[in-house]
């Protein structure tokens, strides 16, 4: 497809387990976002790639939390010994470049996760 | 430090009248901003976007009002339609990757 994908689209998890989040940008997109959001709450930016490089994790939880990218393509999400409190929904989103302009930045659906 | 507010957290509005959404930042080195629009189970959806060395833009319904000096922002759609219900959120960054986002105001467009 021509946009942005997440998968899985839904995810519930016991406490204290680990899950691993997925998505694939829109090709030939070098920038990538991963954000969070809480029930009514906006939108928490998490963590920027450039590229294959994260110049920004100040986003990111706890050292819970941690996420890769590879290929200037796909970027996993992990959330290890999940919480209560990440309960989220989860939005990855990709744009031409990180940055000048108005850097549109295009969302894929989000997973929706939860701890119980 | 909530950089980005939205305080009317929903809006109710008849069909074909004037919705109004309202953002207000602290953060004067915002130099773009942006409307997104999101639908349950969606991802949000890029709606409009504002440089700040304007005061105003329009495409079709949807206008975005910057005034600077009153760090305040407002999205008028005209008129509206049942199919503009949905989420809305706005969006500042200064010229870098970091879109900070206001908490969002949830539009219902009556019928």
């Known amino acids: 497809g021509a946009g942005v994908s997440q998968s899985p689209s839904n995810k519930v998890t016991e406490k204290g387990k680990d899950v691993e989040l997925r998505c694939d940008p829109i090709?030939?997109?070098?920038?990538l976002y991963w954000y969070r959001q809480r029930l009514g709450q906006g939108l928490e930016f998490l963590i920027y790639?450039?590229?294959?490089?994260?110049?920004?994790k100040s986003g990111l939880p706890s050292d819970r939390f941690s996420a890769e990218r590879t290929g200037e393509s796909v970027s996993t999400l992990t959330i290890q010994r999940t919480q209560q409190e990440d309960s989220a929904v989860y939005l990855c989103?990709?744009?031409?470049?990180?940055?000048?302009?108005?850097?549109?930045?295009?969302f894929g659906p989000g997973t929706r996760l939860t701890v119980l | 430090d909530q950089q980005v507010k939205q305080n009317s957290p929903s809006l109710s509005v008849q069909e074909g009248r004037i919705s109004i959404l309202n953002c207000d930042y602290t953060?004067?080195?915002?130099?773009?901003f942006l409307w997104y629009k999101k639908y349950p189970a969606e991802g949000p959806t890029f709606l409009i976007s504002?440089?700040?060395?304007?005061d105003k833009n329009e495409d079709g319904r949807f206008t975005v009002f910057l005034n600077k000096s009153a760090k305040h922002l407002s999205l008028h759609i005209v008129p509206s339609q049942p199919g503009d219900s949905a989420v809305y959120f706005c969006?500042?960054?200064?010229?870098?990757?970091?879109?900070?986002f206001g908490t969002g105001t949830r539009l219902k467009v009556l019928a």
């Open positions: 989103a990709s744009s031409l470049a990180g940055t000048s302009g108005r850097n549109e930045q295009f």
């Open positions: 090709s030939g997109h070098t920038a």
């Open positions: 790639f450039q590229g294959n490089s994260a110049p920004d």
């Open positions: 953060n004067s080195m915002f130099d773009y």
């Open positions: 504002i440089s700040s060395i304007k």
């Open positions: 969006a500042g960054h200064s010229g870098t990757y970091k879109y900070i």
